[in-house]
């Protein structure tokens, strides 16, 4: 059972150009929605993460935009760079008292960012 | 340093071995994860250790087991090799910080059973 659901597979973006990749949850339990970057050879690293008590957030080019009710967020990438090409993880997990903590990951999004 | 790191990095191995691939960490984390990744199949779960005496079976965990020697070592085996198992894994450490995890990955052993 995939709890965290990610789209697209693999993004082609232009130099300058927007990337956006999706998740979508099933457990409302879920408060709690890192994404993660992964370069090649490397092994995958914190980039951002949003609580469900903010709509958007923002650091440098990269914003989280998370619609609560619809049980989805999306990772943004403005004014993409060669450097972003990368492996792009999406994941939840839930912060309530009694559960773990544990992070569940989505599918994975590889993005090539061409010049 | 690394903080988080694999051993060995590359490995081939035939169809029936035994291997075993090792985790050592320097964080102080408690938990700790193995995870195999495949083009198209992300990152996909196969055992879990919140402490010394706990482990878990993930997503995936037949054909493998682990051991967990220490805090900072966390080992996993493939009792014998079968080409489906060809990937890269990925060993991970967890702190929980305001009950927010924060997952910190090795650099990957890549496995090839021929």
């Known amino acids: 059972q995939q709890q965290v659901k990610q789209s697209p597979q693999s993004l082609i973006v232009q130099k300058g150009g927007i990337s956006i990749i999706n998740c979508a949850y099933e457990?409302?339990?879920?408060?709690?929605f890192p994404w993660y970057q992964q370069f090649p050879g490397k092994g995958p690293a914190l980039l951002i993460a949003?609580?469900?008590?903010?709509s958007e957030k923002k650091e440098g080019r990269f914003t989280i935009s998370f619609n609560k009710s619809a049980k989805q967020f999306s990772l943004h990438i403005m004014d993409s760079q060669p450097g972003d090409s990368a492996t792009y993880f999406c994941?939840?997990?839930?912060?309530?008292?009694?559960?773990?903590?544990?992070?569940?990951f989505g599918q994975g999004t590889t993005l090539q960012v061409k010049p | 340093d690394a903080d988080v790191t694999q051993t060995p990095r590359n490995r081939i191995t035939k169809t029936g071995k035994r291997i075993m691939l090792e985790c050592s960490q320097t964080?102080?984390?408690?938990?700790m994860y193995w995870y195999r990744q495949d083009p198209g199949l992300g990152l996909r779960l196969i055992y879990y250790s919140f402490d010394v005496k706990d482990i878990n079976k993930g997503e995936i965990s037949d054909g493998y087991s682990v051991s967990r020697q220490a805090q900072a070592k966390f080992s996993l085996s493939l009792e014998s090799a079968i080409p489906n198992q060809t990937a890269l894994y990925f060993c991970a450490t967890s702190d929980v910080t305001n009950s927010r995890e924060t997952q910190y990955f090795g650099p990957g052993t890549r496995l090839l059973v021929l």
């Open positions: 964080k102080g984390h408690d938990r």
């Open positions: 457990n409302t339990a879920f408060d709690y």
């Open positions: 994941a939840a997990s839930s912060t309530v008292s009694g559960n773990t903590g544990k992070l569940i």
């Open positions: 949003i609580r469900p008590d903010v």
